[in-house]
Nanobody, 121 residues
Framework: QVQLVESGGGVVQAGGSLRLSCAASGSIFSINAMGWYRQAPGKQRDLVATIRSDGSTNYADSGQGRFTISRDNAKNTVYLQMASLKPEDTAVYYC???????????????WGQGTQVTVSS
């Protein structure tokens, strides 16, 4: 069993910063890509940023230059540092990870429960 637990969401004023964390736990053999997605009310879930096990990153245009994704492989944790936040960044942010477990070696996608980020104008 694998769990992804996010933390760090909250309410912030426009222009402010937040740091999200997501820790993976369970019978993990290896973690390939980790990432963050977000879903605003009435909209689809969209990519925010991903980071591979080699540290290479990919960002959606919406967060380019404002968001920074990083990971601590020793802690099985991925972070999203968000700066210069805008009201349009308001959404539920979900952690995602491609994980191989001891009982299921083929990598599988896992999702966290989501954390709310609200940016007030």
């Amino acid at each position: 069993q694998v769990q992804l637990v996010e933390s760090g969401g909250g309410v912030v004023q426009a222009g402010g910063s937040l740091r999200l964390s997501c820790a993976a736990s369970g019978s993990i053999f290896s973690i390939n890509a980790m990432g963050w997605y977000r879903q605003a009310p009435g909209k689809q879930r969209d990519l925010v940023a991903t980071i591979r096990s080699d540290g290479s990153t990919n960002y959606a245009d919406s967060g380019q230059g404002r968001f920074t994704i990083s990971r601590d492989n020793a802690k099985n944790t991925v972070y999203l540092q968000m700066a210069s936040l805008k009201p349009e960044d308001t959404a539920v942010y979900y952690c995602n990870a491609l994980i191989s477990t001891l009982v299921r070696p083929a990598p599988r996608n896992y999702w966290g429960q989501g954390t709310q980020v609200t940016v007030s104008s």
